[in-house]
């Protein structure tokens, strides 16, 4: 059985792998509603958009069920403060990614009237719309720091409240998480589509694509003035876990020590702006499928410069620095964690394979003929 310590670094990158997979997976599903008022302007045109995502939605929204039952599993602690802390910013994610979403797609085409269809495109607009946003600003309370602490019991104190959560920075990221996938999601529609949707999906990703760019390095200057978090106490990478055991600082600019440490990590920021990058080239020769490669390494870049900048830290804490989160004093068991990991290692690539099957099978673009001649379609 591997020790603790090399458990814990497996488990935080398969962390960060399923939420990569979920951003590219499903981050075109909720770019592809949210833009859908802008560039689907008839009937037909809004009804190949929502066949572009309709049959493949749910099961991309599977990697975000798999990354919070890893982090049950896997970072007990940091599920319990996060869902604690986090409780109706998530139930807001819940109602507009999981309901949203189901009903309007399945709604919509009850019946054939205009108000009815329009009701049900606002709110799938909403399901696209929001989602984002909530992930970008969580991403932006982690960085601030959370407010919270455990006694000597180790139970669990919340101190902050709702409205604390909406920051100017946690906007920011919130931003920077709404453009990637807008991007993520114009791509695809690209790729997905002909015609005169196409032309303004590709069009719309270069826009959103110099957004990216802008907010991503406006917001790594932001991160660089604001103080961070840094352990100053030995670190036991084996021992058990118990958040109490080390002191912590806040330290201005904490966050990019890692960088200097250990400059393999620039690969990170460079990805995500390389990524952005090459799909505003891409989209201009018109290859989607290239630009969507560009797009997700974007995507991977990014949410990698997040798990970078803040490690070891998981959750830390603003109000009592010492409660903060590491990988290294919040993880399961190492019997837990290498069991988890031996399914893991089974049920990934079951996974991964349905996946691509479900993907080659629905293959090709949507158009307004296989809209009109399926009864099946949305």
Request: charged fraction near 10%; glycine fraction near 8%.
């Amino acid at each position: 059985m591997p020790e603790l310590e090399t458990l814990r670094i497996i488990w935080w990158l398969l962390l960060g792998v399923l939420l990569i997979g979920f951003a590219i997976m499903d981050g075109f599903d909720f770019g592809v509603a949210a833009i859908s008022p802008f560039i689907a302007r008839t009937e037909s045109e809004k009804r190949i958009l929502l066949n572009t995502i309709g049959p493949v939605w749910e099961g991309n929204q599977v990697w975000i069920i798999l990354g919070a039952g890893a982090m049950f599993a896997a970072w007990p602690f940091v599920y319990s403060v996060a869902f604690s802390g986090f409780y109706l910013l998530i139930l807001i994610l819940l109602l507009t990614m999981g309901i949203f979403r189901a009903v309007s797609t399945k709604y919509r085409s009850k019946l054939p009237n205009k108000t009815w269809r329009s009701f049900w495109d606002n709110i799938l607009f909403l399901g696209g719309f929001i989602p984002p946003i909530i992930f970008g600003i969580l991403i932006g309370n982690l960085f601030e720091g959370v407010p919270f602490y455990f006694d000597n019991t180790l139970r669990l104190f919340y101190t902050g409240y709702f409205f604390q959560l909406f920051s100017p920075f946690s906007l920011m990221c919130g931003l920077v998480s709404l453009m990637m996938l807008l991007m993520h999601g114009c791509i695809y529609v690209s790729i997905k589509t002909e015609g005169a949707i196409r032309d303004r999906a590709m069009c719309s990703a270069k826009c959103f694509s110099v957004l990216l760019i802008f907010l991503f390095l406006l917001s790594g200057i932001w991160i660089s003035k604001m103080g961070g978090y840094q352990v100053i106490s030995e670190i036991v990478r084996n021992g058990f876990s118990n958040p109490l055991h080390k002191d912590v600082v806040e330290k201005t600019g904490a966050w990019l020590l890692n960088y200097s440490r250990y400059p393999i990590t620039m690969i990170a920021p460079i990805a995500g702006f390389l990524g952005a990058f090459g799909v505003l080239m891409t989209v201009r020769k018109g290859t989607g499928k290239l630009a969507f490669c560009f797009s997700s390494l974007s995507i991977a870049g990014i949410i990698s410069t997040v798990g970078v900048s803040l490690f070891p830290f998981l959750i830390p804490s603003s109000i009592h620095p010492a409660s903060s989160l590491l990988i290294w004093d919040s993880s399961s068991t190492q019997l837990t964690l290498f069991l988890m990991l031996l399914v893991t290692l089974i049920f990934m690539p079951i996974i991964l394979m349905y996946t691509a099957w479900v993907y080659y099978v629905l293959r090709g673009k949507v158009t307004a003929d296989d809209v009109e001649k399926n009864q099946q379609a949305y």
